[in-house]
């Protein structure tokens, strides 16, 4: 058995998650360290979805297909809503995330895969209707970006027209997510990642304590 496939593994990498978005709440928290800490975000996406992939149990080349496609065309609607402000509202984004093309950083689209597999592979092992837990899931990814949100804009990652996040963007993101989710479920991908809940878990209480900190400081 891979250690990447045990329980003993994925808790370790669920502890590595803590303590490395531990580190990064506090270094953002701190005015002498935030700008150093803001400039390696791109790095941590791309750092927790290669950690988070080596725990997927069983590669099979759709499964690559279907998260390429969720990826490409995560950036393709975001490169469409910031073009036209039609699909999330209106926004834009800042410097944070990286090298962009399109006024749309490249790195978005990784993220797009990675909560729409943690999303899936939470819901995974629920005994339900397959409809239930896509929509259960979608509502998820959600309340993930209602808690981002205003961190984001204070840490430039993507700023909305005069500072107020629309309906619209929350509709769009859980059709969207429902789409990404469907094209999982269609194409039999099986997950059943513990690291998955861990990451999501970590990042959405990262997001949750930055934005309670910096309103404090």
């Not at 092992?125 to 896509?134: D, G, I, N, Q, T």
């Not at 959600?142 to 909305?160: C, F």
Request: overall charge positive.
């Amino acid at each position: 058995m891979s250690y990447f496939s045990t329980r003993k593994g994925s808790n370790w990498a669920g502890y590595f998650f803590i303590i490395y978005y531990l580190v990064g709440l506090l270094g953002l928290t701190m005015p002498g360290t935030r700008d150093t800490f803001i400039s390696l975000m791109p790095l941590s996406i791309l750092l927790s979805t290669a950690i988070l992939f080596l725990f997927h149990k069983k590669w099979r080349a759709v499964d690559g297909v279907i998260l390429l496609f969720i990826a490409i065309t995560g950036y393709l609607v975001e490169v469409l809503g910031v073009l036209t402000g039609h699909v999330f509202g209106s926004y834009s984004y800042g410097d944070t995330l990286g090298i962009q093309a399109f006024n749309t950083p490249l790195i978005i689209g990784l993220n797009w895969m990675m909560l729409a597999y943690c999303a899936f592979s939470i819901l995974e092992p629920a005994r339900l209707f397959w409809p239930l837990k896509a929509l259960l899931a979608a509502l998820l990814m959600v309340v993930y970006d209602v808690v981002m949100e205003p961190v984001a804009m204070r840490l430039d990652m993507w700023n909305w027209a005069e500072g107020v996040v629309p309906m619209q963007n929350y509709q769009a993101w859980f059709i969207i997510s429902l789409i990404f989710l469907g094209a999982m479920h269609l194409a039999k991908i099986k997950t059943y990642n513990r690291v998955a809940g861990w990451l999501f878990g970590v990042q959405f209480f990262f997001f949750l304590l930055l934005n309670i900190s910096t309103r404090i400081f």
